[in-house]
Structures are given as C-alpha cells and as structure tokens.
C-alpha cells in the first residue's frame, strides 16, 4: 500500500475541489428549461414550448409576408396557459393528423391538459387525471 503523506493529499484537493464544481455546475448547463413540439396538424407549421418548471406554454409559426422572407408569429400564453404549480412539465402531441392542439403532461402527478391556439394566444384546458 503507498502511504501519501500530507503534503501529497494537500496536491489533490484542488483539482478534487475543481472536479466536484464542474459537476455539479455542468449539469445546470445541460439542463433544457424548455422543451418544443410540433403540432400533429399536418398542414400547420407551428411548434409548441413549454416551460419544464412552471408549465407555461406558448408557440410560434411562420407566416409569409408579400415580397419578404417571412416572418414568425409567436402566441403568448392565455388563459389556462400561463405558469402552473412548480413540477415538471412536457409537451405530449397526439397522432390525430388534424390535431392543432398539443397536451402539456406534468410527469410528476399524471395530470395532462389539452393546449392550442385561440384568439392570438395559447390557452389550456383545466389540468386533469
């Protein structure tokens, strides 16, 4: 067995320190706080977002504008759609292609609502089981 003395122990901390704050703020950066979906509806370009923490839901899609790129259209979150108690949220699409809707799913309790665009803004019905 080789005995370290000290001294040698003393060399180590550091880069031991060093690796211990690498980890754990390194997973912090690999953490998505959002997460994006397409909507099912084949002929419709829009992608969800939701917010992982807090639920929130909104989306965006391209329109074209005459003699232009184009722009994107972002909706806000309506009713239903703002920030929900703190879980951890994901966006959940159905395979019906004529669906503009998409559900929010919180992981931790099971409960899902059904998210789409109404009016200019994204609104969700109630959370459910």
Known sequence: MVSMGLDGLRGLRRPAVAAAFWLAFSGAAFAAPF?????????????YRVDRAT??????QFQLKDGGVGITICFPAGE??????PSDYLLAPSRHERE??????NVRTGEMSICYVFDDKVVCTPQAK
């Not at 239903?80 to 108690?85: C, H, L, T």
């Open 35 to 47: 997460e994006f979906a397409p909507a099912p509806q084949i002929d419709l370009n829009r992608i």
């Open 55 to 60: 639920g929130e839901v909104g989306a965006c």
């Open 80 to 85: 239903g759609a703002g920030p929900q108690a």
């Open 100 to 105: 503009g809707g998409i559900f929010r799913v």
